[in-house]
């Protein structure tokens, strides 16, 4: 054979293995084996030297073109090889921008803390501060200093969940190893803490969490929410507490309810009301949800008494004042006809999603 012969065997055989290469490395190893430092066509090509000169350019004609059909095919081989690779890779890192997001879904706040922060708004907005107060208190909070006598049934274990019973007999005072504790059955007892703590004028109010021996039923919970409220000012008069809590309640139900304010028994307030508001379900005239009676309680106020201004230190003959306590779950049955107060506490998603 002729090295004119071994050039066209080399190029036929290149491109046959590049025809056949499937990757990028395949073609790399035919690369070396024919143009590489030692491969089949760089050899036929060191050849050269050991012709006779009139056979010189020919081959070198030949062994030029066969190099450069060799070097084309390599790179064109490589650009198409090369765009498989890219459109795998497309393939399988595709998104599909027209799918739906991944949906990441936001909790809500629970409905009785959307009516709490409401209220304070309301009050805040008034010019009112927002305090804090224990959740375990002594009966000199809960009960003493807000003028609930010994004997007042409010203070039986049937309706206190009494945690110590530490007060030597007959001598309880505010000291805390001198005192019964309990778990707070109302808010009032913040109305001590910050009068203890602070000068009149005092506008505050006092969301928070109180807890009674209660069985849960459609209207009761033994753990529930108060947003207690107390002014300490001088020249406070009942028309302030009235002018105050029918304002809140417009602001909380709507301009169209009317107010009735019902006179009650309070240990801590005289004279002391039940406020109730036009039932908005009848709009007054009596339905099954107002007992037929056209209005619906919503929380308790009077003036604050002098023995408990005297209890925490402040001169009941310079100041007079005013206080409240709302119930946060009836405000929150009441806006949302809810039937059912227990419905506040499972913790259904399917209910506590609709607020
Ligand atoms: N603490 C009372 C209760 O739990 C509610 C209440 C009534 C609070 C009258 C007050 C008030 O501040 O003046 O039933």
């Given amino acids: 054979m002729s090295i004119l012969d071994d050039l066209k065997a080399i190029e036929a055989e290149a ?26 066509l760089t050899a036929a090509m060191k050849m050269m030297g050991k012709l006779a000169p009139e056979e010189r350019p020919a081959v070198g004609k030949l062994a030029n073109q066969v190099r450069a059909n060799v070097d084309a095919a390599i790179a064109k081989r490589k650009l198409e090889l090369e765009k498989a690779v890219l ?17 990441l879904s936001q909790g809500t706040q629970h409905l009785i803390s959307q009516i709490r922060e409401e209220i304070e708004d309301i009050f805040v907005g008034l010019g009112y501060t927002v305090e804090d107060g224990p959740y375990v208190e002594t009966t000199w909070y809960n009960f003493t200093a807000l003028n609930a006598p010994e004997d ?26 001198e005192s019964d504790v309990l778990l707070r059955t109302q808010t009032s007892g913040v109305q001590v803490h910050v009068m203890e703590n602070r000068k009149p004028p005092i506008y505050m109010i006092c969301p928070g969490t109180v807890f009674r021996p209660d069985t849960a039923d459609a209207n009761h919970l033994p753990q529930f929410t ?19 809590l029918d ?26 009301c039940e ?3 036009s039932c908005g379900v009848c709009g007054g005239k009596g339905c099954r949800f107002c007992n037929n009676t056209g209005w619906i309680e919503i929380l308790g106020c009077g003036m604050v008494d002098p023995n408990v201004f005297r209890y925490c230190g402040i001169d009941p003959e310079k100041y007079t004042g005013f206080a409240f306590g709302i119930g946060v779950e009836r405000v929150a049955a009441l806006r949302y006809d809810l039937p059912d107060l227990r419905m506040l506490m499972t913790g259904d998603m399917r209910f506590l999603r609709q607020f």
Wanted: charged residues 30%.
């Fill in 247 to 272: 304002y809140f309640t417009r602001e909380i139900f709507g301009k169209d309810r009317a107010t009735r304010y019902r006179p009650h028994f309070f240990p801590f307030t005289e004279p002391s």
């Fill in 87 to 103: 459109a795998a890779r497309i393939n399988a890192e595709a998104a599909d921008v027209t799918l739906p997001g991944r949906y």
């Fill in 226 to 244: 108060q947003v207690e409220g107390l002014v300490v000012d001088e020249g406070i008069t009942f028309g302030d507490l009235k002018g105050t």
């Fill in 275 to 277: 406020v109730d508001v």
């Fill in 152 to 177: 007042h049934p409010s203070r039986s274990a049937k309706d206190t969940f009494y945690v110590v019973d530490n007060a030597p007999e007959g001598k309880e005072s505010h000291v805390l190893g």
């Fill in 15 to 40: 491109e046959e293995g590049l025809r056949n290469a499937g990757s990028l490395d395949a073609l790399e190893q035919i690369r070396i084996a024919v143009t590489g430092k030692k491969g089949s």
